[in-house]
């Protein structure tokens, strides 16, 4: 059926005005012309070109943050945020797992009281690595002072490790000079807590001795011996490393450090102590003293010393030492260790300052008070383990996952010791003393040829013990024979290359003295010449070259070296 005419010029106005209603608010980022975009004859597959978009003319606005962007801007960001995250997290996770293992290592190596908190275990464990472990340029002296005057500050604070930690009550305060009271009473704390205290304290002590007089150039805060200061106290000083800035000027200079003396006097004062641990602090005290030229205060603290080795001793009995010639009472008990140990170094200072007719009497002493020992433990024991038993890796393992014990403590010193390993040790290191001396006194031959005999004594003690040890004997012990044995073949060969030569000299003035003139029988009662007969100190000279030859096996450890994970899996 038809339509009407009206009605068929009706729908092309329909169709024109929707036309331009769809061209008057179609969007202007559209640039695709009507009909390949809006009708129904385009092709959607069809591609479009920018050359059959309609040209435009004019610079349209476009907006930048539409919810579209706003979405990817929101993803972007959580993106970044998790990958910063996760980065940053594995980072801080692995330095946190070599910090661990690191301080658990040291923590083998090192062993620090478990009733410390982290931050002070961790200070003393690396004053002491850095002690044992130089580095390019040496010790890193202001690293280990450092560090262990932080670990006391905290060890004494009330508020974090020191809590029952007390002043001293006296009736007049000891005191020093920039430092107020000297010592402290820490009677209250654990035996393992003074234990690491007193450590902390004799590594402060000998580390403030080794940069004893050193200066800080206040204009550039730098730190160097006083011998490379540019001063008229030093008209000629030593060059300053390669590398390093230039030497400072004297009148910029003040002390780096504060000395020794006010350490080793606190830890002489500190109420808590034991004897042993005193003894040691006053016998290093004496040394440094010594050190300083300062004799008469250094003979102060050796009759210090001697007190605190004779305040145990048993007050009926007579008296263990003698004051005037310091030699031993054989009528008196059997003395402590701590009387040994004081008494030998009293008698070595006495030595080395040439006063030997006062030292051999001390050594012949004290010779005769260590042949008197038992020759068993007091407790019936073997005493020192000579080996130890491999574990599997399984128990190594098992060692790993526990923290480390902390050691047991040692003797205090106040008992008489037995004839162990290492006090046999002590007795060849007394022979080698006592053949020194004799050596030394050059009255008669007869006194040199004795002083050769008792270093000879010595060097054989020192090398029965070594091999008696083995390889896994206590490292103290080995350590001991080992210097007593290097020191005595020293010794040897130096008094009969002396002695050799004496002789060669001798036999050759002989030689020039008899070879003019004689008697017609003379070839009758001549002497054998000298290429006949080997001298005698040739002939020993000789012995002493195969014993240093024999011997070296014991004085080299040819043990490789652990590496990092066999370290941690040490039993």
Request: with cysteine.
């Amino acid at each position: 059926m038809a339509l009407p005419e009206n009605m068929r010029q009706l729908q092309q106005r329909l169709a024109l005005r929707r036309l331009l209603f769809q061209r008057l608010f179609r969007p202007p980022s559209s640039p695709h012309r009507p009909f390949t975009s809006n009708t129904s004859l385009a092709s959607r597959s069809r591609p479009q070109l920018p050359f059959l978009s309609i040209p435009v003319t004019t610079r349209r606005r476009e907006r930048y943050f539409t919810t579209k962007t706003r979405r990817w801007l929101r993803h972007e960001g959580s993106l970044f945020v998790r990958y910063n995250i996760a980065l940053w997290g594995s980072l801080v996770c692995v330095a946190g797992i070599i910090l661990v293992l690191n301080q658990e290592r040291l923590e083998k190596e090192f062993p620090t009281p478990h009733e410390w908190s982290f931050i002070t275990r961790m200070r003393v464990r690396g004053a002491k690595n850095a002690d044992k472990h130089e580095g390019p340029k040496g010790k890193n002296w202001d690293e280990i002072i450092v560090s262990c005057k932080e670990a006391l500050k905290r060890l004494e604070d009330p508020n974090k490790d020191g809590a029952g930690v007390r002043e001293l009550i006296n009736d007049e305060p000891l005191s020093i000079d920039g430092l107020g009271s000297v010592g402290k009473d820490v009677s209250d704390k654990s035996e393992n807590w003074r234990r690491g205290y007193y450590e902390t304290m004799m590594l402060l002590a000998s580390s403030l001795e080794r940069v004893d007089g050193w200066v800080k150039d206040r204009t550039r805060n730098i730190v160097c011996p006083p011998q490379m200061v540019v001063g008229p106290s030093n008209p000629r000083p030593e060059p300053m490393p390669p590398g390093a800035p230039s030497a400072p000027k004297e009148e910029n200079c003040e002390p780096a450090y504060e000395s020794a003396e006010n350490t080793y006097l606190r830890i002489l004062t500190t109420n808590g102590f034991n004897a042993k641990q005193r003894l040691d602090a006053a016998l290093a005290y004496a040394y440094f003293l010594d050190y300083k030229k300062l004799p008469d205060a250094a003979e102060r603290v050796y009759d210090w010393a001697i007190s605190i080795a004779t305040e145990s001793a048993d007050p009926s009995s007579p008296p263990p030492v003698d004051r005037r010639t310091l030699t031993i009472n054989d009528q008196a008990t059997p003395p402590s260790d701590n009387l040994l140990s004081a008494l030998t170094a009293i008698a070595t200072q006495k030595a080395r300052a040439g006063d030997l007719s006062a030292a051999l009497p001390m050594f012949i002493s004290l010779l005769r008070a260590r042949r008197s020992l038992p020759s068993t433990a007091p407790d019936g024991s073997a005493g020192e383990t000579t080996a130890t038993a491999r574990s599997s890796w399984w128990l190594k393992l098992w060692e790993l996952a526990k923290p480390p014990q902390y050691p047991p403590p040692p003797p205090d010193g106040t008992q008489p010791p037995w004839r162990s390993p290492k006090n046999l040790c002590e007795e060849a290191a007394l022979h080698l003393y006592i053949g020194e001396i004799l050596y030394s006194s050059q009255d008669k031959a007869q006194m040199r040829e004795e002083g050769v005999a008792w270093t000879r004594d010595g060097v054989d003690l020192a090398e029965e013990q070594l091999r008696n040890l083995g390889k896994a004997g206590a490292a103290d012990a080995r350590e001991k024979c080992k210097e007593c044995l290097t020191t005595g073949l020293e010794n040897w060969s130096t008094m009969v290359k002396r002695l050799a030569k004496q002789e060669a000299e001798q036999r050759r003035k002989v030689e020039e003295g008899g070879g003019g003139g004689g008697s017609t029988f003379g070839a009758f009662w001549s002497q054998p010449k000298p290429q006949e007969v080997e001298a005698r100190w040739a002939a020993e000279e000789k012995v002493v070259q195969e014993r240093a030859r024999r011997t070296s096996e014991l004085l080299i450890d040819a043990a490789p070296s652990q590496s990092f994970a066999q370290s941690l899996l040490r039993a």
